[in-house]
C-alpha cells in the first residue's frame, strides 16, 4: 500500500487531527472531547487563544457549549472545527497587528502608522 504523500499545509492539519484524537482519547467517548479535555487541549495546545479569550472574559465552558451544536456535552471532530475558526481568525487578527494590512514586506508593515487602507475584509 503506497503512503500518502501530504503537502506541509496537509501535514499541518493532519497534526491538528492527531492533537484532538490524543485529547478525545482520554475518556469514555474516544472520538470527541468532554469538557475537561477540552480546556485541557486549549491550555496546551493554543495557550494564546486561552489568554486571548480570558481578556475577553469568555469561558472555555462558553466556547465548548457554542461547539457542541447537538448539545450532547460531546465535541466531535466536526464541531471542533469551529473552534479552529475561533483559533485562525485571532491568529489572522494577530498577524496583522504586528505586520499590517498588507503583511511584513507590505507598505503598512512595522513602523507603518496606516491610512485606513484594508485588504478586503473586515474584523
Known amino acids: 500500500m503506497a503512503s500518502t504523500k501530504y503537502t506541509a499545509s496537509e501535514e499541518q492539519l493532519n497534526h491538528i487531527v492527531e492533537v484532538f484524537h490524543k485529547y478525545s482519547r482520554k475518556s469514555g467517548e474516544e472520538d470527541a472531547l468532554e469538557l475537561k479535555e477540552f480546556e485541557g487541549l486549549i491550555k496546551e495546545?493554543?495557550?494564546e487563544f486561552f489568554e486571548y479569550l480570558k481578556k475577553n472574559t469568555t469561558s472555555l465552558a462558553s466556547v465548548f457549549k457554542k461547539a457542541d451544536l447537538d448539545n450532547d456535552k460531546h465535541m466531535f471532530f466536526s464541531e471542533f472545527?469551529?473552534?479552529?475558526a475561533l483559533i485562525a481568525i485571532e491568529i489572522h487578527d494577530k498577524y496583522h497587528q504586528d505586520h499590517g494590512p498588507e503583511g511584513p514586506g507590505g507598505p503598512e508593515g512595522p513602523g507603518h502608522h496606516g491610512h485606513g487602507h484594508t485588504h478586503g475584509h473586515h474584523h
Open 81 to 84: 472545527v469551529f473552534v479552529l
Open 45 to 47: 495546545q493554543a495557550p
